[in-house]
């Protein structure tokens, strides 16, 4: 299956990266080596000292940039120092030389702020992880980021969401450098997914964002909170609130980006998920996160996560069964 001529992949580590980060990508490449693949993977580090990754576990680099020939895949993993701290100058200037000499620049997770800190990101379409979207686009106003994908291509330049999500991008890149028969054997052999059903927002915690700046708009979701099943229609809440209903749209809009109807309708959706994780039934979690019907919740579930309410349990509900067979 190889072409003949290596494929040379190079990983930029740092003090702070996230161990699966690493991992995942190299073990998807090795093991599409071993299936007839040739992915020469090279650890890189920006000065080539090794560096201690998140959990503790020290890892060894092949050298700094300067010691490598000019990668065709060239990958920057994440870490939770990221986006908590400055991205160190010297970081900075690694990722731009090893960006500058590959065919192709792919990040994981929280890797995206190390491309976009290079200008790499402007102009194009990208993701991360779900919990520093919103600082990667304030961060970088010319790249159009999209929170809820798992992994994003534009043109040759792959993100990727948060830590497992790297495995998917990476047999992506295998896909497209010998195809979907030996990208699958890969997945077989790692017992993962090849494609993930859904999206990102079905691994988010429910009501994850920082409430809203405006005391009318935290009034909003306090009410919805305290009475999912009320009515909390456009007129009702801005009676309550002692407001326009034109003042309470714009207020929407112009803090949250949303209609007041599809926001309460995201808090139903939230509470509905945190019912399912706690063992109610669809029907039960439908009724009690406010919404008139299960049918009305399921169409919601379709649309934003892209799986049904009972595919959403049955993922993320427990691991019980599978440890015990019971």
Known sequence: MSSGTPHRVA???????KLLDVAGPADVFAEANRLGAD???AVLSATGADVRSSVGIRIAVDGSPASEPAPDTFVVPGGD???RTPIARELVEA???LAVRSRRVASVCSGAFVLGAIG????????THWKVAGELAARCPKTHVEPDAIYVRD???????GVAAGIDLALALVEEDHGSELSRDVARALVVYLQRAGSQSQFSAPLQGPPPRSPALRTVVDRVLADPAGNHSLGELAEHLH????????????ELSTTPARYVESIRLDLAKSFLDQGHTATQAAALAGFP?????????VRELSISPAAYQRRFRTTRRARTGR
């Open 95 to 97: 990722a731009r030389d």
């Open 120 to 127: 790499l990101l402007d102009g194009k379409r990208v993701t």
């Open 39 to 41: 992915y020469r993977i």
């Open 155 to 161: 043109g040759t330049t792959f993100t990727s969401a």
């Open 11 to 17: 990983l930029l580590v740092y003090d702070g990266v």
């Open 243 to 254: 407001v326009s209903a034109r003042h309470l749209t714009r207020l929407f809009r112009e």
């Open 81 to 83: 120092v990221y986006p």
């Open 293 to 301: 019907s299960y049918e009305s919740l399921r169409r919601v579930f």
